[in-house]
């Protein structure tokens, strides 16, 4: 299977950043609690960023996360 990176044209203005000060897997956890749903967090390979993404119904065709919530799955 050919892996996908995430899509340079969509950017990542948008997309929530998780920087230094704050741990990418406390935020994670945070956000699952509060929306009841669980989140992924994989590191941006275009701004060197953490973002985090719902979207984990695909995540085998991207590069492995980093850290994924299982709360709500």
Known sequence: ???KKPSKNRGCECKMRIGSKESPHAKARELAKKHKKDYGVYECP?????????????KERYKPLI????YYS
């Open 1 to 3: 299977m050919n892996i």
């Open 67 to 70: 850290y994924q919530t299982h």
């Open 46 to 58: 275009w701004c060197g960023k953490f973002h985090l993404t719902t979207k984990l119904d695909n």
